[in-house]
């Protein structure tokens, strides 16, 4: 049995259930394979002041940012979640010079964390850290410490995007050379790490997959059928599209807002939180079509097969992905996708019956995309037998696999 500490401050909590649940959702179809177990260890950011008082004197972007720290000081130290018992050390953040500061505070509280869990009796084979940074930095300092193979999976940002810092670029490289083992969720984001130095042999390509029981389409008649959103909503049987994600400019909801003038009769959910929203209702005025955007906020994991199922088309207008789990998820719910060229939707989205992959992210390339999509799909049971080829069974598979070459 391969005994594993998960290391990420990707992870949900009770404060922020959505919060990384992607880590979440892989490490449970892990250890349902009974081959692993796992503790989970889940820091997250400490302010030492009142994020309300001081959040107002700050620029939009960080006073978010403090609010959601605001909402972490309500994790507890340790919490259950199905079955994984999950600990959150606290670790010191500081606005604007977390990208400085946040691998020496992590690696305290993280030191600090690890050590009370050995000295309880705890034994690990090896560290599973997700995000290259600062968790995967850290990840390979405790590695080096308590003397523990590290495994580092990639996803985005930390390989599309924090790389472009001097500081972030150098660790990430120096944790790339020094974990014993690479995952990335995309091949586009192997492609990323190897252009960072990594040998392409130290690298597997493990996609994320879709909980095939939990996202599904809903039957004719039920309680919850695609009709009953639509009548919350006020909707009629216009064309009704959805975009799940933060509310930041990286996820280019507003892209979406402007394609909707040129999309007469069709209207617009999106699901999520963030600094952004006044922005998008803003924008949503100023072009006429406030009527057709419904910011419906952060919604459990457990609600977006309804929200999905009422969909004609999940629109994507990210500008960085390395796999976005809401291709999956929406054709698991038998709705098809338009996605932006970001890494991984080329390879989760491969016909018709999947959706539709932008060659630029534009409210013009969003419209002709969502016209072809509706004019040429085959029906929500061909995108539903196209997503059953992306279960977990393969992902976990691959996972044990690489964790028994690294102790091997």
């Avoid at 560290?127 to 990639?154: C, K, M, Q, S």
């Amino acid at each position: 049995m391969l005994r594993l500490l998960t290391f990420s401050t990707l992870y949900p909590n009770a404060a922020l259930p959505n919060h990384g649940v992607f880590v979440e959702n892989r490490l449970r179809h892990l250890v349902a394979s009974g081959e692993a177990t796992s503790t989970v260890l889940a820091p997250v950011p400490w302010f030492p002041f009142s994020p309300g008082r001081l959040g107002a004197r700050l620029p939009q972007r960080l006073g978010a940012k403090l609010k959601d720290w605001g909402r972490f000081a309500a994790v507890p130290a340790q919490a259950v979640r199905h079955g994984l018992v999950v600990h959150h050390p606290r670790y010191a953040a500081l606005p604007g010079i977390g990208m400085l500061t946040g691998p020496a505070a992590l690696h305290l509280a993280a030191r600090a964390a690890l050590a009370k869990l050995l000295a309880a009796g705890h034994r690990f084979d090896a560290i599973d850290a997700h995000y290259a940074y600062p968790d995967g930095v850290v990840a390979v300092w405790l590695g080096r410490e308590f003397n523990l193979p590290v495994v580092v999976t990639a996803r985005g940002s930390d390989i599309s995007q924090l790389p472009d810092h001097r500081l972030p670029r150098r660790l990430i490289q120096r944790a790339i050379r020094d974990a014993d083992a690479l995952i990335a969720v995309s091949v586009g984001l192997k492609d990323g790490l190897v252009r960072l130095g990594a040998p392409a042999g130290k690298v597997t390509v493990l996609r994320n997959g879709v909980d095939l029981e939990a996202f599904r389409p809903i039957p004719d008649g039920d309680p919850e059928d695609r009709a009953s959103v639509r009548r919350a909503l006020g909707l009629g049987a216009g064309p009704l599209l959805v975009s799940v994600g933060h509310l930041i400019p990286r996820k280019g909801h507003d892209h979406i807002i402007r394609a909707l003038p040129l999309l007469p009769g069709h209207a617009l959910m999106v699901l999520g939180d963030g600094p952004e929203r006044d922005a998008l209702l803003q924008l949503a005025q100023d072009l006429g079509v406030a009527d057709r955007v419904h910011l419906l906020g952060a919604r459990p994991h457990s609600e977006l097969p309804r929200y999905y199922g009422a969909a004609d088309a999940l629109v994507l207008a990210s500008s960085r992905e390395g796999w976005a789990n809401v291709l999956l998820e929406s054709m698991a719910c038998g709705t098809p996708v338009v996605a932006s060229p970001a890494w991984g939707s080329r390879e989760a989205v491969r016909s018709i019956a999947a959706g539709v992959v932008m060659e630029e992210t534009t409210a013009e390339a969003i419209a002709a995309a969502v016209r072809r999509l509706l004019l040429l799909h085959p029906g929500r049971a061909a995108t539903r037998a196209y997503a059953e080829g992306f279960g977990w069974g393969e992902t976990t598979a691959g996972q044990l696999a690489v964790f028994r070459e690294v102790l091997a």
